[in-house]
């Protein structure tokens, strides 16, 4: 049994993983951003927006990258189970 398909899982799961850090880094200088202007006093509903734009961000970041890895596992493990080398896209 050849391993190309856990060899390109694991590519997937990397991938997966340096979008995520990429599109979570915004969210973390929004949350620094939103304590930072809400130490100085700034009214609640910018507060109120900038924190549910970063909440926005981090789930949807989270929802995609589970979608993206339970996604590449699933084709993983076909392709284990029918004894293919690797899965078509």
Not at 16 to 41: C, D, M, N, Q, Y
Not at 47 to 53: D, E, M, N, Q
């Amino acid at each position: 049994m050849s391993h190309k398909a856990l060899v390109k899982f694991a590519g997937h799961v990397l991938a997966a993983t340096i979008i995520f850090v990429i599109i979570a880094v915004p969210a973390a200088v929004l949350w620094s951003l939103t304590h930072f202007l809400e130490a100085r006093g700034v009214d609640p509903m910018i507060i109120w927006g900038l924190t549910f734009l970063e909440r926005l961000i981090f789930c949807a970041d989270v929802t995609l990258f589970g979608a993206w890895t339970v996604a590449s596992a699933v084709k993983a493990f076909k392709a284990i189970v029918n004894g293919e080398e690797e899965w078509k896209e």
